[in-house]
C-alpha cells in the first residue's frame, strides 16, 4: 500500500516494504528449521518441506494450493524415478557385483591399486545414478575388508571409497548432476555439464592422492599379494571371496538421504547368506553353487544392462533426449527379460531421497513465488564485496552438508546464490556452481554424515574409537579447508 508524505510530497513505501521483509524472513526460517529437525531427528526432510510449502505458501504469502504445486519439479521427479530405478535392476541382476570382480581381477596381485579400484568403481556406480549413500553401502564393506587383509590403512580406504562417490557424483546422468543442472538451467543461468562433472571427479582425485601418499601408498606400491594367495583360483579372483560378501552388521546413517540406501541394504543382506556360506562349516553346498555363479561369466542381462548404461549416456548427451524417460525405458527392456527382479527393483527406487528432493524443491518455488530468493540474492550481494559473498555461501553449503543432506543443500543453495549470480557481480556462473558442487558434498566425510557413519560401521578389526576421532578431525579440516580452496581455483582465478 502506498503513503503520502505531506512534506515532502513523495509516495513511500515503508510499511509494506516491512511486511515484505517479515514475511521473506519468515520463508527464511522455516527453512533452516526444516534443516534443524531433519538433521536433529530421524525424520525424511522432505516431508518437512512440503508441509512447509503448505504452511507458508498459504498463511503467509496467501497462495492457493494450485500455485503451490506449480513449484513440483515433475521433470526432476521423473529422471530420480527413472535413473533409481535402472540401477536397482543393475543391482538385482548382478551387474555391479560382475563390474567389481572384473576390477579387482585386473589388477593382478597389486595391492597399491586396490584402494585406486574401490576409487573407481563408486565413481562409476554414482556417476550412472546410484545414490551416494548406496553406492558407499556397497563398496565400502568390501574396501574395508580389504584393508583389514592386506594391511591397508583403513582410513585411508574409507575415503578413497567416499571420494570416488563423490567425484562420479555430479555426471550429467547422476542425481547430483541432476538436480544441480535443472536448477540452473531454469534460473537462465549459463552452465557446462562436463565442467562441473569433471571439476568435482579432478578435485576429489586429488584429494584422494594426497591421502594415498600421505597414508602409506609408497609402501603398499612395494608390496605384492602372496603368490600362493594370487595362483588360488577363487570364485571371484586373487583376492579370496571377500569381495562377494555384502555388508555385515548394523549400519549408521546420519541424515535425511540415507534412507535411500536402506532397501538396497536390506537386499544385499538377504543375498549375503548364500555367498558368506563359501568356506564355512556346514556349507558346502550353498558355498559350491555360489563359486559357480560367481565364477560363470557375464549373464545375458548383465550384458544388456551394460549396454543401456552406455546408451543413456549417448542419447542423453549426444541426442539431448529426456533422461528420465530413456532410463525407464532401459529399465522396462530389462524388466522384460526378468519380471521378477523387475518387482524389486521398484521397491528400491530411492523413494525417501526423491521425497527429500522434491519437496525442498517445492518449498523452494514458494519462496521464489514470494520473491524471497531474489530478495536474498539482492540483499546478500549488496553486504560486501562479490568475491567475500561467494566465499560465505560456499562455507554455508560446506558447514550445512557436513550434518545435513547434501541433495537438500544443492536444492535450496544454489537458487539463493542465482540472483547473485545474475546480477552482474563479475563473478563467473559456471565456476562458482562447480566450486559450490564440490564444497557442499566433500565434506560428506564427516561421520556425521552418511556416508562417513557407513565407512565407521565397514571398518574392521580396528579402534572404532580412535577411528571415529580420525574421521571427525579429517571432517573438520576439509570442511574449513575445501571451501576456501575451491573458492581460489574456481571463483577468484
Known amino acids: 500500500m502506498e503513503t503520502y508524505h505531506p512534506r515532502s510530497g513523495r509516495s513511500r513505501h515503508r510499511k509494506p516494504r516491512s511486511n515484505a521483509v517479515s514475511t521473506h524472513l519468515i520463508a527464511i526460517c522455516v527453512l533452516a528449521l526444516m534443516f534443524v529437525i531433519a538433521t536433529a531427528l530421524p525424520i525424511n526432510m522432505g516431508v518437512i518441506a512440503f508441509v512447509g510449502a503448505f504452511l507458508v505458501g498459504t498463511l503467509v504469502a496467501g497462495m492457493q494450493a494450485k500455485g503451490i504445486m506449480a513449484g513440483f519439479p515433475a521433470e526432476l521427479f521423473l529422471t530420480l524415478v527413472g535413473i533409481t530405478f535402472l540401477f536397482a535392476q543393475a543391482q538385482n541382476n548382478g551387474t555391479i557385483d560382475w563390474l567389481v570382480r572384473l576390477a579387482v581381477r585386473a589388477v593382478g596381485g597389486r595391492i597399491a591399486a586396490i584402494p ?24 565400502a564393506p568390501i574396501a574395508l575388508g580389504f584393508a583389514a587383509k592386506y594391511h591397508i590403512n583403513p582410513l585411508m580406504m574409507g575415503l578413497m571409497v567416499i571420494h570416488g562417490a563423490q567425484g562420479g557424483g555430479f555426471s550429467p546422468i547422476s542425481i547430483y548432476g541432476g538436480i544441480t543442472n535443472k536448477v540452473v538451467n531454469e534460473a537462465g543461468l549459463p552452465i557446462s555439464e562436463l565442467t562441473t ?21 609408497m609402501k603398499l606400491m612395494r608390496q ?20 562377494a560378501v555384502a555388508a555385515q552388521g548394523p549400519q549408521i546413517y546420519g541424515d535425511a538421504e540415507n534412507e535411500a540406501a536402506s532397501e538396497e541394504r536390506l537386499t544385499r543382506e538377504r543375498s549375503s547368506a548364500a555367498v558368506g556360506a563359501i568356506g564355512t562349516p556346514g556349507g558346502a553346498g550353498a558355498g559350491a553353487a555360489a563359486g559357480v555363479a560367481l565364477n560363470e561369466g557375464a549373464t545375458i542381462q548383465q550384458i544388456v544392462t551394460v549396454a543401456g548404461l552406455v ?44 521425497m527429500l528432493i522434491v519437496g525442498v524443491s517445492t518449498y523452494v518455488g ?35 552438508s557436513a550434518f545435513a543432506s547434501s541433495t537438500a543443500v ?83 582465478l
Not at 599379494?225 to 583376492?239: C, M, N, W, Y
Request: proline content about 5%.
Open 366 to 400: 514458494v519462496m521464489q513465488k514470494m520473491g524471497t530468493i531474489t530478495w536474498v540474492g539482492d540483499s546478500v550481494a549488496s553486504l560486501t564485496s562479490p568475491l567475500v559473498v561467494a566465499l560465505l555461501l560456499l562455507f554455508v553449503g560446506a558447514i550445512v
Open 116 to 139: 585406486w579400484v574401490m576409487f573407481a568403481v563408486t565413481a562409476l556406480l554414482t556417476s550412472v545414478g546410484a545414490v551416494s549413500p548406496a553406492a558407499v553401502a556397497i563398496i
Open 224 to 243: 605384492q599379494v602372496p603368490k600362493a594367495a594370487a595362483g588360488r583360483s577363487d570364485p571371484i579372483g586373487p583376492f579370496g571371496a571377500t569381495v
Open 311 to 354: 546408451a543413456l549416456a549417448v542419447l542423453t548427451l549426444l541426442y539431448k533426449l529426456d533422461i528420465g524417460f530413456v532410463a525407464i525405458s532401459i529399465g522396462l527392456l530389462i524388466s522384460l527379460m526378468s519380471p521378477q527382479v523387475q518387482k524389486r527393483a521398484i521397491g528400491q527406487v530411492s523413494w525417501p531421497e526423491i
Open 197 to 217: 562433472a569433471f571439476v568435482s571427479l579432478g578435485f576429489n582425485f586429488a584429494v584422494s592422492l594426497l591421502l594415498f601418499f600421505v597414508f602409506g601408498g
Open 410 to 492: 544443492l536444492g535450496s543453495l544454489i537458487p539463493l546464490a542465482v540472483p547473485f549470480l545474475q546480477a552482474g557481480t563479475g563473478v563467473d556462473p559456471i565456476g562458482f556452481i562447480a566450486a559450490m558442487a564440490v564444497a557442499s558434498t566433500i565434506v560428506d566425510v564427516s561421520p556425521f554424515s552418511t556416508n562417513g557413519a557407513l565407512v565407521l560401521a565397514s571398518a574392521q578389526h580396528i579402534d572404532r574409537d580412535v577411528f571415529l576421532r580420525q574421521l571427525m578431525i579429517y571432517g573438520g579440516i576439509v570442511t574449513l579447508v575445501a571451501p576456501v580452496v575451491v573458492w581460489l581455483l574456481f571463483v577468484v
